[in-house]
Each structure stands twice: as C-alpha cells, then as structure tokens.
C-alpha cells in the first residue's frame, strides 16, 4: 500500500522560502513522475508542479513558475518542492502524489500559510 507523508509546511511572511519534502513508501518510487498538489479552503486541489521518474521533466502551473522548483532523490523515495517569494495566494495544504493519476490514498498533506 502506497503512503505519502508530507512535511515542512508553516506560517512564513510574505517574501519568505519553504522547502517541503514528502516521503513515499510502498512502492517503487523511480517508476513514478511525482506531482505536488495544493488545495487552498474552499477550493479545488489543484497541480502546482510535476517531475518525471527521472527528473529530466519538470513542469510548474503559470502562478508557481519561476518561484518554486520541484526535484527528486529516487535514492531516499523522496520528493521535494522548494518554494521562494511565498506569496499570501499560496496559502493552502500542500499534498504530494503520482503524476498524472492519483493514487487513491493521499497523505495528510502539510499547511503552508504566508501572512504578516
């Protein structure tokens, strides 16, 4: 059974950086492209970045690009989503998952919220 545990979100100003790191176990991690998710309150969970299996591919949605950047340590099962220039509009629960089908199962997901 697939598990995705999230960590690293918190409360950061305006300006501020976040690097989030999920945890995937229960499968063979480097056979998968990997996406990052968010889901702001009241909204739909929505794609912000994705990776290929290999890392050669990374693909970003317009509001995240050139602010936020996606890897991966197929060594450790291991995705990681570096945020910079936080903005109060990336305030939501960010959750880590396959690309481009979802597994089922989501993590917990961890809050991130960018306020003054």
């Known amino acids: 059974q697939v598990q995705l545990v999230e960590s690293g979100g918190d409360l950061v100003q305006p300006g501020g950086s976040l690097r989030l790191s999920c945890a995937a176990s229960?499968?063979?991690?480097?056979?998968?492209?990997m996406g990052w998710y968010r889901q702001a309150p009241g909204k739909q969970r929505e794609l912000v970045a994705r990776i290929r299996s290999d890392s050669w591919t990374t693909i970003y949605a317009d509001s995240v690009k050139g602010r936020f950047t996606i890897s991966r340590d197929n060594t450790k099962n291991t995705v990681f989503l570096q945020m910079n220039n936080l903005k109060p509009e990336d305030t939501a629960v960010y959750y880590c998952?396959?690309?481009?089908?979802?597994?089922?199962?989501w993590g917990q997901g961890t809050q991130v919220t960018v306020s003054s």
């Open positions: 229960g499968l063979i991690f480097s056979n998968y492209a």
């Open positions: 998952n396959r690309y481009p089908t979802p597994w089922a199962s």
